[in-house]
């Protein structure tokens, strides 16, 4: 920050050379001599903590954030013995498609006696059916493809992705093409505004498939009532489509996307108005620019108004990764930037996640570095890092790709992707239905990663992973924790209470203390690195799970106004340029905007340049456990030279001996260049008990290339509360 001399703020910074070093190194500089000092502080001997505690539950109940992939389907519908399997898995979901072509093979003639068992058979097991409707059938296809066509489809490499198994009937050339007559209306009367007593237009056929398949199975619906299904029994999440952004399953424009989601919104609105409408999982993988050209496309309707009164035409959105664990952080938080640039608010589900094995049958196990696979330790490691992500950036449900190993990408892809291997009946891949460690890592997964609410990430020293929840249930905190680079790691997490249980991917419990302030754990390496042309480890080291109580979470949020609902009420300003309300927004509101309207600064001292800065001052509250300031930014620069303009952010400590003290936590010409909406979290520990000033800056060196910095959704405290992910749950 550049502010001339003689302003109060300037009164409160030291030299460049006195900054205070970011406490998250600060902290990471002694492990070492501590560790040697301290010792080892794991007790050996597992014990299980008291009945109250949620690491002592001998039995895993469903969790309704976890889903699985496949534990039936329609076309290879699921032994009693495997549908027992899933559900002691503690899976509240199962995912599996309602294959289009399979259903109607004659014009209006359906055919969903194979689909009522797969439905059933999770209604009677208690398991939630996400179905995804999908596969045009060759009576409407728009576009039949080529032999070489297909042949090329097939040779297509589906690495990192992985799929849903091969269409049973392998008709790519109708199967993936946009369905005939898609532009027709969606109503009878012509029109594409649903209204009470209103028919579904017959010369659509895909509206008509829609509308059909889902007043069947909605809870109440046609085969509810014919079963005698108790309330809210039935399908009411409904995927459109599997992986648009990859032509093996859509082959037709975004624009004819865009049109195949509206079609199915409205037409299984029309049939149940309380479904959830889900936009098919994106694989991301193959064409990363296909849902930002969907968003702009959504954006250029011409009935916007029509539009946003149906919810944008989608209620949730739905992702796919595979093999790298960091995948579930970045492809959720890339998809919810993507959205909230263009002013949307929408749940993401997390609709596949898996990594398949090398070293156990069907894997190929003379080849260990096979690409993008892994041991069955780190397939264990991968289920509980991917969803600690996942859920950490406000995944609503994850899907595990899958149960058993099936067919994985093919009856000779050699895929072992399965929690368990096949039974002796399976199609591809026969086996003795044995689990792997990854069931172990599931259920343990399942039993700890109930009811959470984010608190923090932190990666210390960059070797290894901290994220933190809350459970406010129970009232403890639940820290996840694992190394991410080629050596153990002796990690120091600090304790609010006097003991703790460890619960490792197998489930076993162990109790430790802390010895001044802080738990210490080894943290095993991470192995592997079977991710081509690349030395980065794809997944972690084995994690553990650290479960404490919490002690007093504040609920008090200690920033006024964090979402500018009340426009800058609460917000203090200096510098030239006056802060503004922005409207281009995190979610549907207003922001912090810095640097519009450039004033220059009359000091001859900064040369035609001049800040824009907001700030506020509060008392850090002495017992808060980990008081953390949280807050989304975006950045829009015309300028062109590295550094002459940049956003940054400080704490002036007013309590600090000899006056006070500002720390800069992000750094003076580090951040100018323009961005998407980005998550900044940082610990103000070392400020519990003073009096602090919390800044927001923006300097610009002239006003002839603007620099426009985005605050949203600032937060300082532990404890979850709406302003840390206001879009998690929301819709917009």
Known sequence: MREPAGTE???????????RMHPHRARALPVFLILAALGLLLTQVPERLAAQDPAAQAAVTPNPAFGMCFVTSAEDPASSARLDRAVASGASWDRFPFYWQNIEKSPGQYDFSAQDRAVADDVARGLKTLAILLGTSPVYASNMASADML?????????????????????????????????RPVFSDGTDVPGPGKAINPDNPWARYVYETVRRYKPGGVLAQARGWPAGAGVSHWEI?????WTFFWSGSVEQYYRLLKVAYLAAKHADPGCTVIL????????????PRLLQVMSADPNQAERAARNHYFDALAVHFYSRSADALDHTQRARSLLAAHGLNKPIWVTESGVPVWNDYPGPTEDPKSPYRATTEEQAAYVIQAHAYALYSGAQVVFHFQLHDDCGNGPTARDAYGLYRNEASAACYPSDAAPRLSLKAYRTAVAQFRGLQPLWRRTPANDREEIAFYRPQTGHRVTVLWATQGHDVDALVPASGTAASLVDLHGNVTTVTPQGGFYSIRLPRATNQNLPGSSEYMIGGAPYILIESAGRLLSRELIYNGRFAAGLDGWLDMGSTPPALGTSCLSEGKCLLLGSDFVPDEDPALEGGGNSTAYQELLVDA???????????????????????????????????????ATYLIQPRTTYQSCKWTHASFDLSPWRGHNIRVVFNLYQSSGERPTLAYVDNVSLNERLISTILPLVGNRG
């Open 623 to 661: 017992g808060m456990v980990e008081p953390t300031l949280r807050f989304w930014y975006r950045l829009e620069s015309e300028e062109t030279k590295p550094g002459e303009d940049w956003f940054e952010l400080l704490v002036v400590d007013l309590d600090a001996a000899g006056g006070p003290t």
């Open 280 to 291: 098919g999982g994106l694989a991301t993988y193959f064409d990363p620019d296909w849902f």
């Open 9 to 19: 703020l300037a009164s409160t910074i030291s030299k460049r050379g006195k900054t």
């Open 151 to 183: 042949q090329a489809q097939r040779q297509v490499p589906i690495w990192p992705a992985g799929r849903t198994r091969p269409l049973p009937d392998v008709r790519i050339a109708s199967a993936n093409s946009a369905p005939a007559n898609l532009d």
């Open 241 to 245: 489509w599997n992986e648009p952004d």
